[in-house]
Each structure stands twice: as C-alpha cells, then as structure tokens.
C-alpha cells in the first residue's frame, strides 16, 4: 500500500535545474524544515542572552511564540503543504502561494526574535490563514481522492493556531484568566498536539517499518472517520473542561485522546525487517513517553506545570520534528532505507534533545540552579538541532522522484 501523498506524481516539479522555484513549492520542507531548525536554535538562545544581560526585553513571550510558531510551525507546514496537496490527488502549491507563505514564515519568526510578537502573530496569522485557504480550495474543487481521515486532526490543529493566535491579537477578548489561558491552549498545544495525532496515524506505521496507515475503503474507513471524530471533540473538549471545570479532568482527557489516536499503532517492527533504527527506537522509547508525561504530569504536579509543558514540547514535539524530518528528507532523497540503520550521529542528536527535556525538567525542582540547568537545557537543544541541521545538509536539496 503506497501513501496517498506519493500518488498523482506532478512531473513538471521533476526538473529542479530548470524551474527551482516551482521544485520548492511542490516541496516547500526543503525550506521551512532547515528554518525551523535555525528558528528553534535562535529561540532558545534568547535565555541566555538575557541572564548574561545581553538582552533588552523579557524572552518569555517571544521565546515561547518562536518556538510554537517559527519552529514548530515549520514542520507542520512544511509537511501539510508537500503532503496534503498530494493526499486528494491535487495541484501541488504554486510558487507564488509558496513564496507568499514562506516569507509571511520568516517575517514573523524575525518579529518575534526582535520582541515585535504583535507583528509576529499577525504574520502568523496570515500564515496559517494562507495555508488553509490553498488546502482548501484544492479540497472543494480539484481533489482527486477523498481526504484521508486523519486529516481532520491537522486541520483541526490549523484552526486551533488560528483561533489561539486571533485571541493573543485582540487583548480586548482576554478579560479573564480562563481566556487568557484558552489563547495559550489552543496555540501552544491543539496547533501542535491536533497535528501530531494525525499525521502520527499515518506516519509512525511506516517508521516502523509498516506500510502507511491508510485505512482501507469501505466499513475500515467509516470508522476511522468517526474515531477522528471523536479524538477531535475530546482533544478540544479538553480545553474547556480544564479551564471552567477540573484541570486534572480536562488533562486526563486530552491525554485519553492522545492514547486513542496512536493506541492502534503498531510500535514493534515489521517481521523479517530486523531491529528498528535508531531514530524509530527513539520515537517508540523516548518521544511518545516524553510526550505522554508531558501531557499528564501536571495532574500530579499541578505546581511544576511549566516544567512538565516544556518535557511535552522539547522531549515530545521537539524530538518528533526530527524523527519525523528525517524520514521525509530520506524518503525524498531516495535514501529511504537510511532511516532504518543504526546511526552514531542520530544517537548523539537524541541524546541532545533528551537531555534538554530533561535538564528543563529538572530546572524547576532544583532552585538553587534553576538558571544554570535552563541555559544547559537550552545550549543541548541547541547543540542537537544544529547536529541534525548539518547531518540533513546535503538532503535537503538532494531530489527523488519518488519520495516514499
């Protein structure tokens, strides 16, 4: 069974010497991962810029805006724009709407490395704003396929960035705490977590040596569609539910729909294929776990909920924008089986980013060297994106026509 997004091959975006630009936008990862990346890098960096007082405003919102937007925003539209086209069998992205769409990408993430986060969600706004819009009219006038049902949960996360990000813009909205809350729920986790879910049905089959995890047509498919449903109302329901009724209620639901959307998954490799790589060893051992307590740490530790966010953003999000990354860049370099060998240079980029999940982690439990472990935390990340950037250097413009 191939993924839908390698079928209705456009033959035009085969010749990258002749028509780059239109290449790229066919494929717009090649550009938005290896900015993400440079974006996470430079986020985290803002924190010890200002403990060493190098800094002349706060970090805290534009650290957090550029991680969830420039960063993780990256890997989600990155992936959305090469894939979805291509998952309903339509017109892939023209170069004006990616040219459009990757400098709204860059503006915003530089507004807010410079502490402009007004002008910087506006970008983002649009952003996401222009993505939908592209998405959308290819699915109500020229798709080929039926969308796939877990493509409900990425554009469920598309609206969540957006409903999130038009509330931060209209302060206006925020007269209580529970709207201000809301704002940061639904952009710092349902833009990512919606997504994830989604795109991790399809995806993590295959990392693990599996084919794609398409349902099949008929009784298969319908009730994929009304699981997605259901992950959907839960994930968003868990929003409410936590603000204007119980947090460890609202929690635990978010993380039951976590678990129900990537509870069928299957986590052991593929009989005969050998042992899993090491990048699918560590999305099944460290990002999922990590992601998981993430998500159901504050239950118990109401008190370090910054904390256990950053286990879920760095451990889980983070690492899985690699793992993930990586896979698209083998598949689309035709050095898919790549992904599955034993790598030092894939072990060393986990162990950076796992430590930095960890170290943060620790940060909070430990005052007497909170600042210390957070500017640890934030050199490892560093260190782990910048190992993975020069790693992938050669893939990102290495092409194959295949891409599965």
Same mark, same amino acid.
């Given at each position: 069974m191939r993924f839908p997004a390698c079928r209705h091959a456009n033959q035009s975006a085969r010749t990258p010497a002749a028509r780059p630009l239109a290449w790229l936008a066919a494929e717009p990862f090649r550009l938005f991962f290896p900015s993400g990346v440079l974006f996470g890098i430079?986020?985290?960096?803002?924190?010890?810029?200002?403990?060493?007082?190098?800094?002349?405003?706060?970090?805290?919102?534009?650290?957090?805006?550029?991680?969830?937007?420039?960063?993780?925003?990256?890997?989600?539209?990155?992936?959305?724009?090469?894939?979805?086209?291509?998952?309903?069998?339509?017109?892939?992205?023209?170069?004006?709407?990616?040219?459009?769409?990757?400098?709204?990408?860059?503006?915003?993430?530089?507004?807010?490395? +410079?502490?402009?986060?007004?002008?910087?969600?506006?970008?983002?706004?649009? @952003? %996401? =704003?222009? !993505?939908? $819009? &592209?998405? *959308?009219?290819? +699915?109500?006038?020229?798709?080929?396929?039926?969308?796939?049902?877990?493509? @409900? %949960? =990425?554009? !469920?996360? $598309? &609206?969540? *960035?957006?409903?999130?990000?038009?509330?931060?813009?209209?302060?206006?909205?925020m007269k209580t705490t529970e709207m201000y809350r809301l704002a940061g729920l639904l952009l710092y986790h349902g833009f990512l977590l919606a997504p994830v879910m989604g795109v991790g049905i399809f995806m993590f089959p295959r990392l693990m040596g599996h084919g794609f995890g398409e349902p099949a047509p008929g009784r298969e498919t319908r009730n994929s569609w009304r699981n997605m449903i259901l992950v959907a109302i839960a994930l968003t329901a868990s929003f409410w539910i936590e603000l204007w009724v119980n947090p460890a209620a609202g929690l635990s639901l978010r993380f039951a729909a976590f678990v129900a959307a990537l509870g069928h998954v299957r986590w052991r490799p593929a009989s005969g294929s050998g042992h899993a790589g090491t990048l699918a060893n560590a999305l099944r051992c460290w990002c999922l776990p990590l992601a998981a307590a993430g998500i159901l740490g504050p239950v118990f530790f109401a008190a370090r909920r910054i904390a256990f966010e950053h286990l879920l953003f760095v451990g889980g999000f983070g690492l899985l924008c690699v793992i993930v990354g990586s896979r698209v860049l083998f598949g689309h370099s035709g050095k898919v089986e790549r992904f599955h060998h034993r790598s030092w240079m894939a072990r060393a980029i986990v162990f950076a980013i796992v430590v930095a999940a960890l170290t943060r982690l620790s940060a909070d439990f430990m005052p007497r060297v909170t600042i210390s472990h957070y500017e640890y935390a934030a050199w490892s990340w560093a260190v782990g994106l910048l190992l993975w950037l020069v790693w992938h250097a050669p893939r990102f413009f290495n092409k194959d026509d295949d891409g599965t």
């Open positions: 430079a986020g985290v960096m803002l924190w010890p810029l200002f403990y060493q007082g190098q800094l002349s405003f706060h970090p805290a919102a534009s650290h957090a805006r550029v991680m969830i937007e420039s960063f993780g925003g990256a890997f989600v539209l990155g992936f959305l724009g090469t894939a979805g086209p291509r998952m309903i069998g339509a017109p892939r992205l023209t170069s004006w709407e990616f040219s459009s769409l990757f400098l709204l990408h860059l503006a915003g993430g530089i507004c807010h490395l +410079l502490g402009r986060n007004v002008w910087g969600d506006a970008c983002f706004l649009a @952003l %996401l =704003a222009g !993505l939908s $819009l &592209a998405l *959308g009219v290819r +699915l109500a006038m020229f798709r080929r396929e039926p969308p796939p049902p877990p493509l @409900l %949960l =990425a554009a !469920l996360g $598309l &609206a969540c *960035g957006m409903a999130g990000t038009l509330m931060w813009l209209n302060p206006a909205w």
